[in-house]
């Protein structure tokens, strides 16, 4: 992998909360500052596409996101997304001829306990070993958005079927 595009889309993962998880802003992407704060050994670029809860993101928020990898040189895509609407934005991105994994968060990055860093390490991981099309990183696991959903009794990604 000669350097990673990273595209920011907002989601629970750049969460602020001003009191009890209700009243909230979506913040500054997180990414960037925890990939240097792991210390990792590749290039990486963030473009910072929205700034949305997933469930805000339209069709033509999808398209825009579509357009704006499909310009980048780069072959390997991870993209941070709010869990809601990860599998719709996935399945519009499925045939770029790029490795690309969506991955979120469960709980905010600034939050004690959440899941971002290690889903972030696990969509790094998938994005260099998997062959080119789309993947979701979530869970510990990496999913085939036309396989997969997220479970909101459960707050987690399972396989359909």
């Not at 913040?27 to 925890?34: A, D, K, L, R, V």
């Not at 990486?44 to 990898?69: C, G, N, Y």
């Not at 490795?99 to 991981?125: K, M, Q, W, Y």
Request: glycine share 8%; with cysteine; hydrophobic share 40%.
């Amino acid at each position: 992998m000669d350097e990673l595009l990273i595209v920011t889309t907002g989601g629970t993962i750049d969460k602020v909360y001003f009191d009890d998880k209700s009243d909230y802003q979506v913040g500054e992407p997180q990414i960037g500052t925890i990939l240097r704060e792991l210390g990792v050994a590749f290039r990486f670029t963030v473009i910072p596409a929205l700034r949305k809860d997933s469930l805000h993101i339209t069709d033509d928020d999808r398209q825009m996101v579509r357009t704006l990898i499909a310009a980048q040189p780069q072959k390997h895509v991870l993209i941070t997304h709010g869990t809601d609407t990860m599998v719709e934005t996935a399945k519009v991105l499925a045939d770029l001829g790029k490795t690309i994994v969506l991955t979120g968060a469960l709980s905010p990055a600034r939050f004690r306990g959440s899941d971002t860093e290690f889903n972030v390490g696990c969509a790094v991981g998938a994005v260099q070993s998997m062959p080119p099309g789309v993947y979701i990183a979530m869970n510990g696991r990496v999913w085939d958005p036309f396989k997969v959903r997220k479970n909101v009794a459960a707050n987690r990604f399972e396989a359909i079927g």
